[in-house]
Nanobody, 130 residues
């Protein structure tokens, strides 16, 4: 059964850094696209960053470009989100997600994140506050 478990959230001051980690199990990790979403209080859940199975052409939402970096370690079945220069508006619950390749395919590049992903973790809270 697919499972995604996030870790690394916490309280950080504005301008600080955090790295979120996500451990995956129960599916063929290296064939899946992986993405981080976040949901701020009172707001809809939105895609933040995505990396395809090839590891090329990662995608970021505009507000985090130059500050966040998504990466994957297929051998360890983990995905990471390095977050630098954090701002109060980055405060949210961050979710690790995975999307399967189409039938008959062995790769999955980043989909349109507005349509959601196949598998979701339970989330980890990031609180950026002084």
């Amino acid at each position: 059964q697919p499972r995604l478990v996030e870790s690394g959230g916490g309280l950080v001051q504005p301008g600080g850094s955090l790295t979120l980690s996500c451990a995956a199990s129960g599916f063929t990790f290296d064939r899946y696209a992986l993405a981080w979403y976040r949901q701020a209080p009172g707001q809809e859940r939105k895609g933040v960053a995505c990396i395809g199975s090839s590891g090329r052409w990662p995608w970021y939402t505009n507000s985090v470009i130059g500050r966040f970096n998504i990466s994957r370690d297929n051998a360890k079945k983990m995905v990471f989100l390095q977050m630098n220069n954090l701002k109060p508006e980055d405060t949210a619950v961050y979710y690790c997600t995975a999307d399967s390749p189409p039938p008959g395919h062995t790769e999955r590049e980043c989909p349109d994140l507005s349509f959601g992903m196949d598998h979701w973790g339970r989330g980890t809270l990031v609180n950026v506050s002084s």
